[in-house]
């Protein structure tokens, strides 16, 4: 029985996924809003539903510390795991507007965080602050989107036989569809993957796998699931504005939404543990950093910087799992992660952006 809900919530994420990639961007046509924004706003925000569950959730139940760990952990996994498995799919063409305006929203939102997270407490007004912040990043990205994309069909008409612009009617060229499609592609992503985690958590238990670390890898990941599922398979699909703009857009929907609803709902604001504030969240805030490094060459996220981050989120697992078990070598190890191999990673990277500047500016 437990395969058996392994295999079903499998089904239910590339299925959600499909649907939620589909009307999204089909949805994006029917409103004169670019693939993009809906990447960073609609689909960003529904994929981040259970990292805003486990926020609230843990808010509800005490576990205050819990809702800061569950967002910088899936901040970390949606740039190491996430871009690398959908870059490794297809190399990623980074939109330019992601450079210019995204990324530094989403690294300020990380920088933010850190700043109000100094006195090992997120206090309910700078909460408030985060919530204000995707209120109006939202508003913002949907008028520019649509100022935009009225000036380029204006541009279009102007050029076309208005009989050629007729597109031919599909089964979900109706608005009311594609939104049903959205919404059934969000339940079954959160359908899977509340399935194959529990399926997971039952397996690695019979294997005898401890509870702490199923928390800190399982069950970590498992709230990441449907960003893993719809990104990668809008990189298969060639939607890769929405593989890139779900992940950027998830990561500032984590702190400014799951966080702000998390920390406003709490009376005395979101605890900080201390181990989130002696690693956890520099690792969040230098992988966030890493991503300048890591789009700029040419916009293109390659296969070998690819294989670069997920190596770099293997090593950031395997300290999670020393930690847990409480392994004399975890402090040297973190160590050698913080001193080493973060900033040896951002060299390698930084060199890979001079190299494709350097290409850049011979074919010009």
Known sequence: M???FLVLGLVALVVGAESLVRGASRL????????????????????????????????????????????????????LVILGLSALVKPLIVNAQIVRQELPVMIGASVLLVLFALDARLQRVEALVLLAGVIAYTIFLVRQSRAETRATAREYAEGVDPAEQQPKPAWDSHWAVQVLMVFVGLGLLVLGSELLVDAAVTIAKSL????????????????????????VLAAMRGQRDIAVGNVIGSNTFNILLCLGAAGTISSDGLGMAPSVLALDLWVMLGVAALTIPLFIPGFVVTRPNAALILALYVA?????????????????????????????????????????????????
Not at 58 to 72: C, H, I, P, Y
Not at 208 to 231: M, Q, R, W
Not at 324 to 349: G, K, N, W, Y
């Open 28 to 79: 994006a046509i029917s409103f004169g809003v670019s693939p993009l924004v809906v990447g960073l706003t609609i689909v960003a925000f529904g994929t981040s539903a259970p990292e805003t569950a486990v926020s609230v959730g843990a808010v509800l139940g005490g576990t205050t510390d819990l809702a800061v760990g569950n967002v910088v952990g899936s901040n970390i996994f949606n740039i």
């Open 208 to 231: 005898g796998v401890s509870d702490l670390v199923i928390g800190l890898t399982i069950v970590a990941a498992g709230t990441s699931l449907p960003e893993v599922a719809t990104s």
């Open 2 to 4: 437990t395969v058996l």
């Open 316 to 364: 950031y697992a395997a300290y999670l799992v020393m930690d847990a078990q409480a392994s004399p070598l975890a402090a040297d190890f973190a160590h050698v992660m913080m001193r080493i191999a973060l900033p040896a990673t951002l060299v390698v990277l930084v060199v890979f952006m001079v190299r494709g500047a350097a290409r850049a500016s011979r074919d010009v």
